[in-house]
C-alpha cells in the first residue's frame, strides 16, 4: 500500500469522528443529559471518539504531501473547525 493510498483512505477518518461526536452531544442534550455528577456514557464515547482522532492526523501528517503545504494546512485547518463543531454543543450545554 503506498502513502498515497494511506493519505486518501485517512483523510476523511477525523471529519466523520468530529461529525459522531457532535451528534452524540447533540443527542444527548436533546435526551436531556445534564452536567453534573456521574459522566455517562455519552461522555465516554465522546472522549473516545475526540481522542481517536490524534493516531489518525498523526498518519495523514505523516503521509501528507509536504511539497503542498497550503493544502495539508488546509486540511489541518478542516480538522480544527470539526473538533470546534463537535465541542460547542458541550460548552454550550454546560456538560
Known amino acids: 500500500m503506498t502513502r498515497a493510498t494511506i493519505n486518501r483512505i485517512a483523510l476523511p477518518?477525523?471529519?466523520?469522528?468530529?461529525?459522531?461526536?457532535?451528534?452524540?452531544?447533540?443527542?444527548?442534550?436533546?435526551?436531556?443529559?445534564?452536567?453534573?455528577?456521574?459522566?455517562?456514557?455519552?461522555?465516554?464515547?465522546f472522549q473516545l471518539l475526540i481522542a481517536a482522532q490524534l493516531p489518525v492526523i498523526a498518519v495523514v501528517a505523516a503521509t501528507a504531501n509536504w511539497r503542498r503545504p497550503r493544502v495539508v494546512a488546509g486540511?489541518?485547518?478542516?480538522?480544527?473547525?470539526?473538533?470546534?463543531?463537535?465541542?460547542?454543543?458541550?460548552?454550550?450545554?454546560?456538560?
Do not use: K, T
Open 75 to 95: 486540511i489541518v485547518a478542516l480538522y480544527i473547525a470539526g473538533l470546534c463543531v463537535a465541542f460547542v454543543p458541550v460548552a454550550l450545554a454546560g456538560l
Open 13 to 45: 477518518v477525523p471529519m466523520i469522528l468530529s461529525a459522531l461526536a457532535a451528534a452524540l452531544a447533540l443527542a444527548s442534550i436533546l435526551a436531556g443529559v445534564r452536567g453534573g455528577g456521574d459522566e455517562g456514557w455519552q461522555a465516554h464515547l
